[in-house]
């Protein structure tokens, strides 16, 4: 047999930094003979709650219907139930079923999309960002152009021109999201200069009052040159379920030729799609029932993050975000790794120093907490 390895596969998907976090969790625990689970968890952006009981129910009845009748595979870009429920959704009324992608969540959707540019493209990510650009475009012959936030955390479109670039809003890990304006003033910059937003909507669902765009169509001229993806997994606490899904405006165009048929081309030499019963799941979170569901969670997780940022600052620390998602950026005096070591070492507290994001001087504390998790932060987290 004559196999050669893929070199991008030799490549550990994880950026080093995430490797040395978790090593060092393990040798604390293993010299402290304590588990993880004891540790205060400030690291993972990840669900705190269990699954709702109507969310169970759906996947139930719906591998229930599977043994009543047959149901293989269905159109690869998602089945029309999930497609119209997400249509039903006001910012996306005008979408038709087939501009809508159903997906496995946002980092399959993003792997999906990076698939449209051709080798040598260049695509735009701007740093602090989530690690998941990163470690994707790596593997791809796609070249990555950082552009790195200002002093107060904020981005400017480029001078360079690109063909594509990743917008997070609200973003991981600052939380900040950003404003109509700002916005807009990017959309023009891509009209003008035939550049792709591939925007990253994870956190749309902790906006909560009407100061930021929920979606980036709120804006005119984004169905030109934008990308919209959507996930489950924060809303909804689906994680562990797997679903998302990315709206690919018929109006984005290259040489005056639709992309969308490329689009799912691409898609359907992909992927077989998403399971029916997570479909179905995902119909019942997008429900009146559903709806209310993630606003309490999203409310529920803010809410703990703001009492942690208040107790930060009242200990005398510059801490940035918490407002439009969960997650606050701690200012530290010296490399984030030495305040992560102190608080790992000293108060069992586990945090992400922010070289994984891309800002070294920074602390990435997670509020997707539970009642608990909280309560014992507030007791122990002095530096
Ligand atoms: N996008 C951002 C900004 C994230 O922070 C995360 C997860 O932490 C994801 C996407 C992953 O989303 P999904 O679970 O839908 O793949």
Redesign the pocket.
Known sequence: MNFTINPAAKKTSKEMLFLWVEQQIQNHCAEKKITKKELINLGI??TSHVLPLFIKNAIVDATNEMTQSPIGYGDETGRLFLKDAIANQKAYQSFQPEEIFVT???????SHLIGLFGKGAKIGVLRP??P?YISLLKHTELEIVFIDADKDHSFSPPKERLDGIIL?SP??PTSLAFSKQCLKKWIDWACNSNCIILF?A??NSFILDNCYPNSIYEIPGAKKVAIE?K????SHG??GL???YFLFPKEISYQNISLLPFCKNLIASKTNGVSFPIQKAGVAALSKEGLAFSEKCCKLYLNRTQILKKHLEKNGHTVIGGQCAPYLFLKTETDAKHTFEKLLFEKNIITIPGQGFGAKNFLRISGFISENTLKRSLKHFFI
Not at 104 to 110: F, K, R, T, V
Not at 231 to 234: E, I, M, P, R, V
């Open positions: 952006g990840d496995e969540g946002i980092a399959n959707s993003l960002c989530y998941v997070c973003n991981n990253d994870a956190y993806m996930s489950f997994s924060k689906f994680s797997r679903l998302g």
